[in-house]
């Protein structure tokens, strides 16, 4: 695929349609955005306040496109199909590394990782009855009472898997202590354990605001090197005793088809980062409590990259990849 991606550039450079027209011309109509989760998750919610920037600042309309399952690889199979001019976008998330580790179609390399626009460190959260008010308080429940309690996220050797199985590691939980509970987004982990059917949920700070705010759930733990303006009485990790990579967060971003040329992905990405700074995305990012963290072309792939080998090392550590 990726080969007939670059002839169709090549041949069309060689017919007189130079990267910098096309750039110029960019976009030429309706863009599809297709995400890899379900309606109403951050990504999704992000995505749709991006999408609605993006028609303004482009002058076309952006479809969002909600194409769940397989941890991004039903996206991915969307994005494969599409041709690299740009008209097809995807939403990326640390997620997609755990979904590379078990495909024998995709990889990091499958697409082209156009920019990065915030990073979202993940947090312990669990009912506010649930006599839990500490990650040592935690700690202590599971191993006196191995396997009764359970953490729910977004799916198999997904970003928040390996960030959860990070904490235990270092809070020397073994394996079946507190069982892993996959969800076809955190949106759905965190209802779940809203109504009882898990005991914690790993998630971010605009999933559990508001259900913290009206006194349902509390967030016990933050994986973050300083503790979060809306959660300020959670101690980070470091802070109860259980010291972790924060280095490894979730990201968000845009990719688009393999080989799409440099002039298209700097024309979106202009957008894209344009969008990020108006006044009404700002205010976004920040009652969300998540980080600005824009990165153009090249390095968004370095960062990638190196993720992608944090996750390769987490995922044969613990046994959770599948190939």
């Keep these: 695929m990726r080969a007939l991606m670059k002839a169709a550039v090549l041949a069309a450079a060689a017919a007189g349609l130079t990267a910098p027209v096309a750039a110029?011309?960019?976009?030429?109509?309706?863009?599809?955005?297709?995400?890899?989760?379900?309606?109403?998750?951050?990504?999704?919610?992000?995505?749709?306040?991006?999408?609605?920037?993006?028609?303004?600042?482009?002058?076309?309309?952006?479809?969002?496109?909600?194409?769940?399952?397989?941890?991004?690889?039903?996206?991915?199979?969307?994005?494969?199909?599409?041709k690299p001019d740009g008209q097809t976008i995807g939403s990326v998330t640390a997620s997609h590394l755990g979904?590379?580790?078990q495909s024998n179609t995709f990889d990091a390399d499958s697409v082209t990782w156009?920019?990065?626009?915030?990073?979202?460190?993940?947090?312990l959260a669990v009912r506010s009855d649930s006599g839990i008010d500490s990650l040592a308080d935690l700690v202590e429940k599971a191993k006196a009472a191995p396997g009764e309690l359970s953490v729910a996220g977004f799916g198999e050797a997904s970003g928040g898997q390996v960030a959860w199985q990070m904490f235990a590691d270092s809070a020397e939980l073994g394996d079946g202590d507190i069982n892993?509970?996959?969800?076809?987004?955190?949106g759905d982990a965190v209802v779940a354990t809203l109504g009882g059917h898990n005991d914690?949920?790993?998630?971010?700070?605009?999933?559990?605001?508001?259900?913290?705010?009206?006194?349902?759930?509390?967030?016990?733990?933050?994986?973050?090197t300083e503790r979060l303006p809306k959660f300020p009485d959670a101690q980070t990790y470091a802070e109860a005793g259980y010291p972790v990579d924060t280095t490894w967060q979730q990201f968000r971003g845009i990719v688009m088809?393999?080989?799409?040329?440099?002039?298209?992905?700097?024309?979106?990405?202009?957008?894209?980062?344009?969008?990020m700074q108006a006044p009404e995305m700002v205010k976004y990012i920040e009652d969300s409590d998540l980080v600005p963290g824009f990165m153009a072309h090249e390095e968004f792939t370095e960062f990638v990259h190196a993720q992608d080998e944090a996750a390769k090392t987490w995922t044969a550590k613990l046994g959770i990849a599948g190939n």
């Design 24 to 82: 110029q011309d960019y976009p030429s109509g309706d863009i599809r955005y297709i995400l890899h989760v379900k309606p109403g998750g951050a990504t999704d919610v992000m995505a749709r306040r991006l999408a609605d920037g993006l028609q303004k600042a482009l002058g076309v309309n952006v479809v969002v496109e909600n194409r769940d399952g397989g941890s991004g690889a039903r996206q991915m199979a969307q994005l494969a199909r599409a």
């Design 180 to 186: 892993w509970v996959p969800y076809s987004s955190v």
């Design 99 to 101: 979904m590379f580790l």
């Design 257 to 275: 088809p393999a080989e799409t040329p440099a002039e298209i992905q700097d024309a979106l990405c202009g957008a894209v980062q344009e969008v």
């Design 200 to 224: 914690i949920a790993i998630a971010y700070t605009d999933l559990v605001q508001q259900h913290v705010k009206a006194g349902t759930l509390k967030v016990i733990g933050v994986m973050s």
């Design 114 to 123: 156009a920019c990065n626009m915030v990073l979202d460190p993940y947090l």
